[in-house]
């Protein structure tokens, strides 16, 4: 029987609420009447790609109590599948190494495409990536095109490929989030490349939901040096990225990409967010280091924010060659211009 993922509400019934109710035998027995709401308001049963958490958390949860990080049901090897959304994951655990092949199809909505900011089609993709999982904390901040993927198998890559190069000789980095140009992208802060693969550039609350259960801490993805990628609920960890307060400068401005080619006025204006470099990290900002990284539990980890730099610009664990991905001409810093 193919069910799918829905967007869930406040009326959501979560894993440990059913188990809480009932046996395993009773969660099984009622889960296809399990229903929730989706963006278009239309009531509908609980996908097969959460059956798997939901039947872990329903059988290990029974008068437990909620921990600080996520639950963990998505830590070994799992696959998913979602006739509705086309989605396929495998996740292999083979000792220390964490094998994810996947077709990149989101296990929910997305917006339209292509659209008037971004032409492209989503498409079926071919991605496999291989990670630690023993990771080992360094320190020495590695910037990282693609920092990780998403539990569903869609990849995290917060930066651009849009550029506004001056004849001064600055260079700057468009960001995906925010309000002065059209990159296309929808309510998952997701968009598509030339090759159609759908990829996010800052938390899809969809995501978010279907692999939340009653922690404030959502696990949502992998990184690429092995470390785990949580989405905070209630905001509780802030970024140490503030604007900058010095003015910009540059002449004879033009935007590369999307921006065809335009002229770009940059000289004296105030950052605002529309360029990666518009941001500086210091340690008394928030609470999250250069990386958007935090102990938890005696743990690192990191955690996207609904704030810039949104998803984890560099890694601070060891990444293997090839794993993150430098972003094409882009200097090594911690605010890590990707593509």
Known sequence: MALSRWLSDDSRTTPRELSEDGDTLSFMKN???IMNTNVSGVARPVGVLAMTALLASACGSVGGTTDTVASDSYLGSYSLEDAEFGTEVTVTVDGATRSIVANALPDHETGEFPNAGNPNAISAQDASYEYTTEPVFTGDATVARTPGVAVNGVKFEPGTAETVSCESGENYRVEALQDVYDLGLDFNNAHVQPTGEYHYHGISELL?????DDGDLVHVGFAADGFLIYYSKSG???????????ERSGTDCV???ALRSASVEVEGTTPD??????YAWSAEAGDLDACNGVELDGTYAYVITDDFPF???CLNG??????GGPPPGAEPSVQGESE
């Open 318 to 323: 060891e990444v293997a060659q090839g794993a």
């Open 236 to 246: 509780a960890y802030e970024s140490g990225y503030e604007l900058q307060t010095d």
């Open 31 to 33: 889960l296809p009447m």
């Open 208 to 212: 978010a939901a279907a692999y939340s």
């Open 273 to 278: 967010g529309t360029y990666t470099s518009d």
């Open 311 to 313: 998803i984890s610009r």
């Open 255 to 257: 935007g590369s990409g």
